[in-house]
């Protein structure tokens, strides 16, 4: 009878070990999902950031000929009061 026990404590030990694997496994491929899905968001955050530096050159150099037009007119403005 010792012996069956023996067995059984065995068995139960080796079930708890089974299922302590189970849920380590399980968390991998939950860090794993979440891993690659912050690599995904992470490239798009990159793709996005590109874009909106692009954007702000454009608006930058949309200002600066502004800036220069602005500038010309009130020379011109100017030179038109002076005359």
Do not use: P, W
């Amino acid at each position: 009878m010792n012996n069956f026990g023996d067995q059984r404590s065995h068995k139960n030990t080796l079930g708890k070990e089974s299922d302590k694997i189970i849920e380590i496994e399980l968390k991998i491929k939950q860090l794993s999902f979440e891993i690659e899905t912050a690599r995904r968001e992470e490239e798009e955050m990159r793709s996005k950031t590109q874009e909106l530096k692009q954007e702000a050159e454009k608006s930058k150099a949309v200002a600066e000929e502004l800036e220069k037009k602005i500038e010309l007119y009130l020379k011109q403005t100017e030179g038109a009061k002076a005359s």
